[in-house]
């Protein structure tokens, strides 16, 4: 374990100690987590942060603009999150599946019938600074404090593998909303690095439609591989396709909205 880290924990028993004192969240956030911050914490102590402080975390992350990880502004393919794994084993025998824990999507990471990490699920991405840019994350945080998004209403929409490369994609939808015009979507390369697998952001997408219900069950969006051997995502924008350059393309018309 990192000294950040330590520190973290450390950090998040003063807090709570100081919720029950009285002290106002924000106070508590702008005493314990900005020292930290802006002593150079990395992406992992930033993801813990984010992941165990909750929301108010996410608020004080955008009021106070504290140093995050690269957003998905500054660099077109950052990394996400970096997870150790349990043995050295060659990226072609690593094997991806899709599973669930704690009664959420999860996915495996496996060599035979060997697990190389717990099940990972996703929730904490939905408030990642590493994803989002300022003004996603701040339509994020206020969706989240309004009930209307949940980090846990989530479902995998594709898990594919082109030209040697995995690709999962990743949508969060409103699980209560009468009118489910909102949604959020991300694609990420997964990439086995020596013992650690890193979630590569490739692209990041935002739905509104005052006028469509974005229905979880819909069957969009959908990444998918084309008889061409080509990486596609298609929405209700339309098809997009993986160029070699990382950029995403729209070479089709919108598919017909449900």
Known sequence: MSAHVGLIY????????????GVPQQARCACLFKPLLVHGAGIRSHSL?????GPEFAVFLLQYRAKPPASASDSRSPVVASIPLSSLVPASRIHFSIGRA????????TSGRKALTKPLIFSALLT??????HSQLNNIVYQLGRNYYD???????GLVKVREKTYLGVRWYSPAASGQN?????VLLLQVRGRKLD????????????????????????????????LLFVDWDGTWKLLPNGEWRNIGMAKKRL
């Open 10 to 21: 450390l950090m998040m028993a003063y807090s709570f100690l100081g919720s029950l004192l």
């Open 49 to 53: 942060l984010e992941q165990e402080g």
């Open 102 to 109: 704690n009664g959420v999507p999860a996915l495996l990471v």
């Open 128 to 133: 990642n600074p590493v994803i989002w840019n």
């Open 151 to 157: 980090k846990n209403a989530y479902d995998f929409v």
């Open 182 to 186: 909102q949604a959020a979507g991300i």
């Open 199 to 230: 979630l590569i952001l490739s692209w990041n997408r935002e739905y509104w439609d005052a006028d469509t219900e974005l229905y979880r069950w819909s069957g969009t969006p959908v990444l998918k591989r084309s008889a061409k051997g080509n």
